[in-house]
């Protein structure tokens, strides 16, 4: 029979739109402002934790909405975005420095919802507010440090194969090693070919000259890059932000966007931070007075520590902050601030071939810190001072492993401060800040509402204009306009990682349009087939059989290009892809199964005159 839907058709239509309404629910709930407490690797966050900071809060006249222990973290939910920030100062300072204290936003989904996997969708920085950062990695320095690498990984190399070298460094233009003859040269350039073919040799004057091919520089950024964001990443999860993006732009920057996040200071100085160590040995016997005076021996370099003092170093360094896993603060025997520190594998074993014959000497532990200096060297690259100190040396009093400790820091807080960045991991190469932008939660909500704004104003325009033209059929229209949005938010919300932002709510508002279009299209060939004589059921019939392969090619297209979009585009563009794609699916389903199953329900096999059309 024409027009009729077989009954499992019918029931998969319903129970579709209700799975999609079901999981478009939890948006209705919106969310509640809160704070979101986690403990540093000193503290621990416990029931008493909690309920010494509802008194604390409640004290001071705040209103909790809820208070909640999970997962190690502490969620207070407040009724008002200025309780929150007010309660946010007071829990910092009940804290102090050893909890993380983090604004958010906490969905205010029910319980029985949240336990079938409901959650409302998740919002970008454009509408959530918080804080965005363009981070440019310094190439050079990567460069400089592969090369260092370099020059120790030939010394050891050359040694082992008993090719006596004259001096080996890192220069401007690479790195040069000098022979005494021409024999042991050509020895050394063959096996040092052999185990290194991405470097580029060339001899001359008895100098073998090594430099970086292209191929091999461009792995070497990449590999800062890749290990920068990692790290980016680590200091992130160590300020408790929820939900953060940490992704690559371009070749040598980084994107990092802090949804929720307000306390933009905090945010750049533990992300922004380049801290790391080294350890080297101090230099023995040597006139330290001479040294300052700028006669420093040759394999050594001069240092100061924190009071300004000089110490005179040994170049080579035995270990850098790479390889460090764990660093936390505390308080030595004499109640001293110390990082107490544990290394990887390689590292530890590193620490324990050094020491293992220095029992007795004196090793020194080099802070090194890179600050932006807002400007620009000549290749455009951002200039940093690097900033070195001697913040510790001490005698070896056994052979050292993967665990020992270091003091000499002035204050608990500096203690605490160095462990948080050595266990966030030492960034590999410099970054500096080079655009910074603050969107306040007031700023995203007015986002949200000219967006909603903009949508509801096409759709009642499209309500009023289908009813009039369409008449019943308009109304269907309609109906099946509020199932498409109904689906694309569900399907958004279930979607784990998709994020709706402002160019995500065009593409909603895009396949709105397209909805309508695929129902002007099927009205209009059902009018046509009216004029031309048929009866009502071959018109609805021949109706939606000769609109579907133009919706289709029409939408096809459009979803080749959304494809593309998703695939080269980034951020806002992949954000405008994604619902684009959703919303050209649900606009298909509900424009040609939708309407056609409400419109076999209603007219479907029945003897019909005329048509409200």
Same mark, same amino acid.
């Given at each position: 029979?024409?027009?009729?839907?077989?009954?499992w058709k019918s029931l998969m239509v319903?129970?579709?739109?209700?799975?999609?309404?079901?999981?478009?629910?939890?948006?209705?709930?919106?969310?509640?402002?809160?704070?979101?407490?986690?403990?540093?690797?000193?503290?621990?966050?416990?029931?008493?934790?909690?309920?010494?900071?509802?008194?604390?809060?409640?004290?001071?006249?705040?209103?909790?909405?809820?208070?909640?222990?999970?997962?190690?973290?502490?969620?207070?939910?407040?009724?008002?975005?200025?309780?929150?920030?007010?309660?946010?100062?007071?829990?910092?300072?009940?804290?102090?420095?050893?909890?993380?204290?983090?604004?958010?936003?906490?969905?205010?989904?029910?319980?029985?919802?949240?336990?079938?996997?409901?959650?409302?969708?998740?919002?970008?920085?454009?509408?959530?507010?918080?804080?965005?950062?363009?981070?440019?990695?310094?190439?050079?320095?990567?460069?400089?440090?592969?090369?260092?690498?370099?020059?120790?990984?030939?010394?050891?190399?050359?040694?082992?194969?008993?090719?006596?070298?004259?001096?080996?460094?890192?220069?401007?233009?690479?790195?040069?090693?000098?022979?005494?003859?021409?024999?042991?040269?050509?020895?050394?350039?063959?096996?040092?070919?052999?185990?290194?073919?991405n470097l580029l040799f060339d001899d001359?004057?008895?100098?073998?000259?090594?430099?970086?091919?292209?191929?091999?520089?461009?792995?070497?950024?990449?590999?800062?890059?890749?290990?920068?964001?990692?790290?980016?990443?680590?200091?992130?999860?160590?300020?408790?932000?929820?939900?953060?993006?940490?992704?690559?732009?371009?070749?040598?920057?980084?994107?990092?966007?802090?949804?929720?996040?307000?306390?933009?200071?905090?945010?750049?100085?533990?992300?922004?931070? @380049?801290?790391?160590?080294?350890?080297?040995?101090?230099?023995?016997?040597?006139?330290?007075?001479?040294?300052?005076?700028?006669?420093?021996?040759?394999?050594?370099?001069?240092?100061?520590?924190?009071?300004?003092?000089?110490?005179?170093?040994?170049?080579?360094?035995?270990?850098?902050?790479?390889?460090?896993?764990? =660093?936390?603060?505390?308080?030595?025997?004499?109640?001293?601030?110390?990082?107490?520190?544990?290394?990887?594998?390689?590292?530890?074993?590193?620490?324990?071939?050094?020491?293992?014959?220095?029992?007795?000497?004196?090793?020194?532990?080099?802070?090194?810190?890179?600050?932006? @200096?807002?400007?620009?060297?000549?290749?455009?690259?951002?200039?940093?001072?690097?900033?070195?100190?001697?913040?510790?040396?001490?005698?070896?009093? =056994?052979?050292?492993?993967?665990?020992?400790?270091?003091?000499?820091?002035?204050?608990?807080?500096?203690?605490?401060?160095?462990?948080?960045?050595?266990?966030?991991?030492?960034?590999?190469?410099?970054?500096?800040?080079?655009?910074?932008?603050?969107?306040?939660?007031?700023?995203?909500?007015?986002?949200?509402?000219?967006?909603?704004?903009?949508?509801?104003?096409?759709?009642?325009?499209?309500?009023?204009?289908?009813?009039?033209?369409?008449?019943?059929?308009?109304?269907?229209?309609?109906?099946?306009?509020?199932?498409?949005?109904?689906?694309?938010?569900?399907?958004?919300?279930?979607?784990?990682?998709?994020?709706?932002?402002?160019?995500?709510?065009?593409?909603?508002?895009?396949?709105?349009?397209?909805?309508?279009?695929?129902?002007?299209?099927?009205?209009?060939?059902?009018?046509?087939?009216?004029?031309?004589?048929?009866?009502?059921?071959q018109a609805i019939h021949e109706g939606?059989?000769?609109?579907?392969? @133009?919706?289709?090619?029409?939408?096809?297209?459009?979803?080749?290009?959304?494809?593309?979009?998703? =695939?080269?585009?980034?951020?806002?563009?992949?954000?405008?892809?994604?619902?684009?794609?959703?919303?050209?699916?649900?606009?298909?389903?509900?424009?040609?199964?939708?309407?056609?199953?409400?419109?076999?329900?209603?007219?479907?096999?029945?003897?019909?005159?005329?048509?409200?059309?």
């Amino acid at each position: 029979m024409l027009n009729k839907y077989p009954l499992w058709k019918s029931l998969m239509v319903v129970f579709i739109i209700a799975i999609g309404a079901l999981y478009a629910l939890p948006n209705v709930f919106g969310e509640d402002p809160a704070l979101q407490i986690s403990a540093g690797r000193n503290a621990e966050v416990t029931p008493s934790t909690l309920t010494r900071l509802q008194s604390a809060v409640e004290s001071q006249g705040l209103t909790i909405k809820r208070a909640e222990l999970e997962n190690g973290q502490i969620l207070i939910r407040f009724n008002s975005g200025d309780d929150q920030l007010k309660a946010k100062d007071l829990v910092s300072k009940e804290l102090g420095d050893d909890y993380f204290v983090a604004l958010n936003l906490a969905p205010a989904t029910p319980d029985w919802l949240a336990a079938i996997g409901g959650s409302p969708m998740k919002l970008g920085l454009d509408l959530r507010g918080g804080v965005h950062f363009l981070m440019e990695v310094d190439m050079s320095e990567a460069v400089r440090k592969q090369e260092t690498q370099l020059v120790t990984d030939f010394r050891a190399d050359l040694r082992g194969e008993q090719l006596r070298y004259a001096g080996i460094r890192a220069g401007a233009k690479g790195i040069e090693i000098r022979f005494r003859d021409e024999e042991t040269l050509v020895k050394a350039e063959d096996f040092l070919k052999l185990r290194n073919p991405n470097l580029l040799f060339d001899d001359k004057d008895l100098t073998l000259h090594v430099t970086m091919g292209d191929a091999y520089l461009a792995e070497v950024q990449k590999y800062a890059l890749q290990q920068n964001i990692t790290i980016l990443r680590n200091r992130v999860n160590e300020l408790g932000v929820a939900e953060p993006v940490v992704q690559q732009q371009g070749s040598n920057r980084i994107v990092v966007e802090l949804p929720g996040v307000q306390d933009t200071a905090r945010a750049k100085e533990i992300l922004g931070a @380049t801290a790391t160590l080294e350890f080297r040995m101090v230099t023995e016997g040597a006139d330290l007075g001479a040294a300052v005076r700028g006669r420093v021996p040759p394999g050594s370099q001069l240092f100061e520590d924190s009071n300004g003092r000089p110490v005179l170093l040994d170049k080579r360094v035995i270990l850098t902050g790479d390889h460090i896993t764990g =660093a936390q603060s505390g308080f030595s025997e004499t109640s001293q601030p110390q990082v107490s520190i544990n290394l990887d594998a390689t590292g530890g074993n590193k620490m324990a071939d050094w020491t293992r014959d220095k029992i007795g000497k004196a090793m020194a532990t080099v802070f090194i810190e890179y600050k932006s @200096t807002g400007e620009r060297n000549p290749d455009g690259s951002p200039k940093f001072d690097k900033h070195e100190e001697v913040i510790n040396t001490a005698t070896i009093q =056994a052979r050292l492993g993967r665990s020992f400790r270091i003091t000499g820091l002035d204050t608990p807080q500096e203690a605490q401060k160095l462990a948080l960045l050595l266990r966030a991991g030492a960034l590999i190469a410099p970054i500096t800040i080079v655009q910074e932008s603050t969107i306040g939660p007031s700023m995203g909500q007015e986002n949200i509402d000219n967006g909603m704004a903009a949508m509801l104003s096409g759709l009642v325009a499209t309500i009023l204009f289908m009813a009039v033209y369409y008449r019943k059929f308009g109304f269907i229209a309609v109906g099946a306009l509020v199932a498409n949005i109904v689906l694309m938010v569900g399907i958004m919300s279930m979607i784990p990682g998709a994020t709706l932002t402002m160019p995500g709510i065009a593409g909603i508002v895009l396949t709105v349009g397209m909805a309508v279009d695929g129902n002007v299209l099927i009205f209009e060939r059902i009018r046509e087939e009216l004029k031309a004589g048929r009866s009502v059921q071959q018109a609805i019939h021949e109706g939606y059989a000769n609109a579907f392969s @133009t919706i289709a090619d029409a939408n096809i297209t459009t979803l080749l290009t959304a494809l593309i979009l998703f =695939a080269v585009g980034t951020g806002p563009v992949k954000g405008f892809a994604v619902t684009l794609m959703i919303g050209i699916a649900t606009s298909m389903f509900t424009a040609i199964v939708g309407t056609r199953a409400v419109v076999n329900g209603l007219w479907g096999g029945k003897r019909l005159k005329k048509l409200s059309i």
